[in-house]
């Protein structure tokens, strides 16, 4: 087997025919993510002489977020610039002026609609209530004070978390399980499985696996992933404004 030639230079560097990210760039951005966050909590903890996570203002939780969005989208932009094509054309980011209107919707639903009917008997069989499933939202919530709070846990999870984590689950992580070969439904299952355990939220995953098949197939239809990132601002904006209600 010969090895493919690079294709004409665009942009004064040789492209491949065929990108050779995948999922060895997966793990190194799983891993990088868990380590560059684990090594600047331990820093602001030992600087800031915090000793719970109670002790974290939101501002620093903020910040916090921020190695491990480095590890996963770094990754998935290194592995494009060079291994691959660009992030455009290897992982589909890009948008349409309609998908914020329909998108940012079904994100909403998702939440407000989906996810209480999925969990209506799940929360029986499991004798846990609603309290329980919106704990970690409630934790973080709670260290909301005042508006610039609010605004800050906003940005948090409505602008950061969607485009970072939808460039690598829906864009690395599903476009290097379509590489494999492998078929539609386990390339949507499988990058919704690991896009649910990386939350690390046992009550949450059935929640967050099935919310994730609803983005995998969406990027597959569309082929972009500007829905994906309207439908995830949608799903958790929808839980900011349900928890400043509820505060």
Request: charge should be neutral; include cysteine; proline fraction near 7%.
């Amino acid at each position: 087997m010969t090895t493919p030639q690079p294709v004409a230079p665009r942009g004064g560097r040789p492209q491949p025919q065929r990108p050779w990210w995948g999922l060895g760039d997966v793990a190194i951005g799983i891993i990088a993510a868990q380590v560059l966050s684990v090594f600047a909590i331990v820093l602001a903890y030992g600087a800031a002489g915090w000793d719970t996570i109670d002790d974290v203002p939101l501002w620093a939780s903020a910040l916090l977020q921020i190695p491990l969005w480095v590890g996963l989208g770094g990754s998935a932009a290194w592995a494009s610039r060079t291994k691959g094509l660009g992030l455009e054309e290897d992982f589909g980011l890009r948008m349409r002026a309609a998908d914020a209107p329909i998108w940012l919707v079904a994100g909403v639903l998702c939440q407000v609609v989906l996810l209480p009917l999925l969990y209506w008997p799940l929360l029986r069989l499991l004798d846990k209530t609603p309290d329980d499933l919106s704990e970690p939202a409630r934790a973080l919530s709670d260290r909301a004070s005042g508006s610039l709070g609010w605004v800050v846990l906003a940005l948090m999870v409505v602008v950061g978390a969607p485009f970072f984590e939808e460039l690598f689950y829906r864009g690395l992580l599903l476009r290097s399980l379509q590489k494999r070969d492998w078929p539609s439904w386990a390339v949507v299952v499988g990058s919704a499985a690991l896009f649910a355990a990386m939350h690390f939220q046992p009550l949450q995953f059935p929640g967050l696996f099935v919310f994730g098949v609803v983005l995998a197939m969406a990027t597959i239809w569309t082929g972009r992933l500007g829905p994906a990132i309207w439908a995830h601002a949608g799903f958790n904006g929808a839980t900011v404004v349900l928890l400043y209600l509820a505060d």
